[in-house]
């Protein structure tokens, strides 16, 4: 079983809907990443997190350490936020595990 | 600040060929890692290093090997390629890595085939 697990692998939906992402983990962890790999292939760095919420823009983060949970949302989405969003872990001894990524695409 | 670059951008390699991944950043950042993308297997963390001169194995550190002699520079070599090690390889670095404040910067990539 990974260590971080996402949910849903792919997401489509239509441009103003309000979108969550999950993300799992199951190991002891220092704080937990949230990326976003574009079409061509870059990766950007949204939220770096190690207790409750942040929000930058239409993007809201929140971690729940108890439960071992992560949310992402995006409230009004629009087709550019179609991409890939990545959860990541850093663990305890400064090892990372990722999650598979999930596929958003928003349809105009 | 150029940020994090890697060179090259592609490489073909033949089996049991070595060569250098090149990663450099302008930020200062302490931190320094490597991974790998394979499809449906998502990232994966080769090596790391917290600062010049101190590396340290991730998850999937085998045939891979790197120093780090500068805060800037921070290559995976590649002892003897095999078609195993086909992917596309992610540098990326952070000031501090514990930070809850900080971030972590990627390159661009470097999509390595091996024949």
């Known amino acids: ?18 979108i969550t992402i999950n993300c799992s983990y199951s190991v002891g962890i220092s704080a937990l990443h949230w990326l976003q790999q574009h ?3 870059g990766i950007v760095s949204l939220f770096m997190l ?37 959860c990541a872990v850093s663990l305890n001894n400064n090892d990372m595990r990722f999650g598979a990524g999930t596929r958003l695409t928003v349809k105009p | 600040n150029a940020g994090v670059t ?15 991944l090149q990663c450099a950043q302008d930020m200062n950042h302490e931190y320094m ?3 790998r993308q394979d499809p449906g297997m998502g990232l994966r963390l080769i090596h790391y290093s917290v600062g010049a001169g101190i590396t ?31 992917s596309v390889y992610f540098c990326a670095s952070s000031y501090i890595f514990f930070s809850s404040t900080d971030t972590q910067y990627f390159g661009p990539g470097t999509r390595l085939t091996v024949l």
Do not use: C
């Open chain 1, 1 to 18: 079983k990974n260590e971080v697990e996402q949910s849903p692998q792919n997401l489509t939906a239509q441009e103003g809907e309000f």
């Open chain 2, 6 to 20: 890697q060179t090259p951008k592609f490489q073909v390699l033949k089996t049991g060929q070595s060569m250098t």
């Open chain 1, 39 to 41: 079409p061509g292939g």
């Open chain 1, 50 to 86: 190690s207790s409750g919420k942040k929000k930058h823009g239409r993007l809201i983060a929140t971690i729940n350490i108890q439960e071992k949970h992560s949310s992402l949302h995006i409230t009004a989405s629009h087709p550019r936020d179609s991409a890939v969003y990545i």
């Open chain 2, 56 to 86: 340290d194995q991730g998850e999937v550190p085998n045939g891979y090997n790197v120093s780090r002699s500068t805060t800037e520079d921070f290559p995976l070599r590649l002892l003897s390629a095999a078609p195993s090690q086909t």
């Open chain 2, 33 to 35: 890692s490597w991974y």
